[in-house]
């Protein structure tokens, strides 16, 4: 059987476009290849959405093609949102390429791979649930739309992933019945903005109500929510059940109204910071994470402490903290970039600290707390350790025998390193948390 291996670079969204292709691949026979140099396909699934991430892609691209040499017949497939950037121009930059798919096309994919093997019939029926492949054992990714009409200036999604597309409610619901079927206990709603979800009179809000009546399903989470899009009705919902996770990411991405303006964002500081009150109104608990990116074209350094007095007074439970890389064909890439790489990392480190130092203190805070925990994957090499994750987004260490994947537990919070809680079981003893 031929078999195929992947590496995927990005998002969640890409995740699970990399989990529907390899199902697509196993519905037509092929297994699933131990190491690269052993498989007679490697999907490359790339990210665009900054420069590092093209580099880090496109070097991992050139060792795969130089490779293929080894293994006679080997095929080298790129998709996603360089391949959608790129186009074939990917392939004549890297030679050994063979096919090139971009993100739009991603929906398409079963008949490009029908029309790349059009002698294999598509005879491998559904994967076994052994074989599926999700986030954890317990969690798993469940797409509910595709691409963006948001076109902040500094973004490329628009541009590779095309326009928002929803998904219908029913084939959503196929979805999360299928993967509960087979274990999962937690599914992920991704999207690059969920919020604005609406299929055929269905918004977002209405599809959380469907999806929390699903039998078996025990724990909802979603991601992206855009501020400008996030309603009370939406956290109203999120409050009305034990099974919406307390988390919400809501990127801020500045403290400045002016660079907010220019980043095309839709909201200002004083809003975002109502936003949250809204929030916290409703959720007390809730985990509130965000990114932030600084070194904006023409962002003063006055404009920069804007951002860390909003990190500051947000007091987000993690953030994903970036400094600002000009992406071609964006608005942004027309803006003059004012700021030198020394000053950008100068910001952003200095960010990542005023950073460390909260999620550490929320972390802190934790301890002594009762958490509801999903236990999601043994901890690598150690018997009785497991890591899992509370009804917020915390990750949290548990030794103890007798759990599985995909059991919710009580514990408590017995000690933080600062970015994992150390819990126990009630009648679980802890070892040292110095192992961490
Ligand atoms: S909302 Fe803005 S940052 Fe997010 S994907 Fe759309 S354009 Fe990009």
Request: charged residues 25%; glycine residues 8%; contains cysteine.
């Amino acid at each position: 059987m031929p078999s195929v291996y992947f590496q995927t670079f990005g998002c969640q969204m890409n995740a699970a476009d990399s989990d529907a292709v390899r199902d697509l691949l196993f519905r037509r026979g092929f297994t699933l290849g131990a190491t690269h140099d052993e498989s007679d396909l490697i999907v490359v699934n790339t990210c665009s959405v900054r420069e590092a991430a093209e580099r880090r892609a496109k070097s991992r691209i050139a060792e795969f093609a130089r490779g293929k040499k080894r293994r006679r017949g080997q095929r080298l497939w790129v998709i996603g949102c360089m391949a959608q950037r790129l186009g074939d121009a990917l392939a004549a930059e890297i030679p050994g390429v063979d096919l090139v798919v971009g993100a739009g096309q991603i929906g398409r994919m079963d008949e490009v791979i029908d029309a790349q093997f059009p002698a294999r019939p598509a005879d491998g029926g559904d994967r076994p649930p052994s074989e599926i492949f999700s986030k954890t054992a317990a969690s798993d990714f469940v797409p509910i739309m595709r691409g963006c009409d948001n076109f902040c200036a500094y973004c490329v999604v628009p541009y590779v992933r095309g326009r928002e597309q929803s998904m219908p409610y029913d084939d959503i619901e196929a979805a999360v019945k299928k993967k509960v079927d087979a274990g999962i206990k937690e599914v992920t709603f991704l999207g690059q903005n969920v919020n604005s979800y609406s299929h055929n009179g269905i918004d977002f809000p209405e599809l959380l109500r469907g999806m929390a009546r699903i039998g078996g399903l025990e724990r909802i989470r979603f991601t992206t929510s855009h501020p400008k899009d996030c309603t009370e009705r939406l956290i109203d919902v999120m409050a009305s059940s034990r099974k919406f996770a307390s988390h919400i990411h809501l990127p801020a991405q500045a403290g400045s109204d002016r660079v907010l303006g220019l980043m095309n964002r839709g909201y200002t500081s004083s809003s975002y910071v109502g936003l949250l009150d809204m929030i916290r109104k409703h959720i007390p608990y809730a985990d509130i994470t965000s990114d932030l990116l600084v070194g904006f074209p023409t962002e003063s350094g006055a404009e920069f402490r804007e951002t860390l007095e909003l990190a500051r007074e947000a007091r987000f439970t993690a953030a994903f903290m970036f400094a600002y890389s000009p992406r071609e064909g964006t608005a942004a890439a027309a803006m003059p970039e004012t700021i030198d790489r020394t000053e950008k990392m100068a910001r952003l480190s200095e960010l990542i600290d005023l950073q460390t130092g909260i999620t550490r203190e929320i972390y802190d805070s934790a301890v002594g707390t009762e958490l509801e925990v999903l236990i999601t994957e043994r901890q690598r090499k150690r018997d009785r350790a497991w890591m899992g994750q509370d009804a917020g987004c915390k990750r949290v260490l548990i030794n103890c025998d007798g759990l599985e994947s995909g059991m919710i537990i009580k514990a408590r919070a017995v000690g933080s390193s600062g970015m994992t809680l150390l819990a126990e079981k009630k009648q679980c003893f802890m070892s040292t948390f110095k192992t961490l």
